[in-house]
């Protein structure tokens, strides 16, 4: 199952790990990248050492490519500067203006994914030296770009910036998924949620379980967590932290239950209620009242696995729905 993106990209499968924030550490691209996908790292916020130190990583585990992901709301210039340095293959930019990032990602040598939530994001993007679009729909995991749903939006991007390959992002969890994201025109599907069940995703063992235990209707879109990230919309579990704000009326940040405190610590410091943080497990408190981000595919992870049986697993089942569509067009009935 080799599209075209993937001979442009040097993978196997369509498959991307998307950058999960803090839980998108090493080992997990590493294994991603290894089992023939593209795994990712997020880099944004962390020193120049630490940046080479991940790369190497990645590196010492496998010889395939890897993206380097940054959130441009923080920032960057440090690790970016590294993560050129260190010639990361692929470099993903998120959350703003990628005008000033490109040449340099250019210069170095690597290829420029902009995640965007809109056919007109998708076109700057394009006009800024973007080389492949991540087009991410509304039922998103993590922060939110846009307001339209994937089916929506990805064969309207597709459309609008041909011949730049585009990405599928949001709401894809299985191979379903991945064969309606190659339905729809996208060259590979990039999925977050569930490779936060990967047992080599970085993340506190309750986090995990929540999104096991969780249905489709159990997340919540809004701009609750605001702290370190102002005015960003994200997708979370619905949690006490949730719960105590809608029975307060949804105040202001300012007016909302609970501001300012302190519900968990790692060893930079303490985490407040409001902060948008990733639960990791080397982060101790109320780990369930913490932003549990998460997509609307989420009730399709239902359990553990080697971030490798995930692959392998998308890409299988997608092969058997696409055999199936493959049935239909030939005028053959579907079993129901
Ligand atoms: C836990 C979590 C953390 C995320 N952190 C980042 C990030 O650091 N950088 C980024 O570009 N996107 C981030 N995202 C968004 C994902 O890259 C991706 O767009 C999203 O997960 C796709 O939707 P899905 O969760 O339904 O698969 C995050 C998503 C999740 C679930």
Not at 86 to 92: K, L
Not at 180 to 201: D, K, M, N, P, S
């Amino acid at each position: 199952m080799r599209t075209a993106l993937c001979e442009r990209l040097g993978i196997d499968f369509p498959v991307i790990q998307a950058p999960i924030g803090g839980a998108s550490g090493p080992e997990l691209a590493a294994a991603v990248s290894g089992a023939g996908g593209l795994g990712s790292i997020s880099l944004t916020g962390h020193r120049a050492d630490a940046v080479r130190e991940r790369i190497e990583v990645v590196r010492r585990r496998t010889d395939r490519p890897f993206v380097a992901n940054f959130i441009l709301s923080y920032a960057i210039e440090e690790a970016f500067a590294a993560a050129l340095a260190a010639r990361a293959p692929i470099v993903s930019l998120f959350w703003g203006d990628p005008r000033p990032w490109a040449p340099r990602v250019h210069d170095a040598g690597a290829l420029l994914m902009v995640t965007v939530g809109s056919v007109e994001e998708a076109g700057s993007a394009v006009a800024a030296g973007a080389d492949v679009i991540v087009a991410q729909g509304w039922e998103a995991g993590g922060h939110v770009r846009g307001s339209v749903a994937t089916l929506a939006l990805v064969p309207a991007v597709v459309d609008a910036v041909a011949p730049v390959p585009v990405i599928a992002a949001g709401g894809i969890a299985d191979g379903r998924g991945l064969a309606a994201a190659l339905a729809l025109g996208a060259g590979a599907a990039w999925i977050g949620t569930r490779f936060v069940a990967a047992a080599e995703a970085g993340v506190h063992p309750l986090y995990r379980e929540a999104v096991l235990a969780a249905a489709a209707a159990d997340t919540h879109y809004s701009r609750l967590y605001d702290g370190t990230w102002p005015d960003a919309p994200g997708r979370v579990l619905r949690n006490t932290t949730v719960a105590a704000w809608e029975a307060a009326g949804c105040p202001a940040p300012g007016a909302r239950p609970g501001e300012g405190e302190v519900v968990a610590r790692d060893a930079e410091g303490p985490i407040h209620r409001y902060d948008a943080v990733t639960p990791r497990p080397d982060i101790v408190g109320d780990i369930e009242a913490m932003s549990l981000w998460a997509g609307q595919g989420v009730g399709l992870v239902r359990r553990q696995q080697p971030a490798a049986a995930i692959v392998a697993e998308l890409v299988a089942e997608a092969r058997a729905a696409m055999l199936l569509g493959g049935r239909l067009a030939g005028g053959s009935s579907a079993p129901v």
